[in-house]
């Protein structure tokens, strides 16, 4: 992946306030915000480069369930819960 590019961006104070708030509301931060708007008016301008890959992912991966992962409950857990009797060894 190519190196990022760094920017000194001098903004309004209310419109950064602005913005912080609307990347809040959208689980972004401020930084992540700005290049998305960014992104969204080049495309909509027809001046996104078609080179251009998607959004980085920043933050935690999402969490997936490996396959045969346990998941926290005892053996025969969900049917002593709905009134089944378990299994007796005689």
Do not use: C, Y
Not at 40 to 69: H, I, S, T, Y
């Amino acid at each position: 992946m190519a190196e990022r590019k760094s920017i000194l961006l001098r903004l309004d104070p209310k419109v950064h306030d602005a913005l912080a708030r609307w990347a809040s509301d959208e689980l972004r931060s401020t930084t992540a915000q700005i290049e998305f708007l960014l992104r969204q008016g080049l495309a909509q301008a027809g001046r996104l480069p078609r080179e251009v890959g998607g959004m980085p992912r920043r933050g935690r991966p999402p969490k997936e369930a490996a396959a045969g992962e346990d998941d926290g409950n005892p053996p025969d857990a969900s049917r002593e819960a709905d009134g089944a009797e378990p299994d007796s060894a005689t």
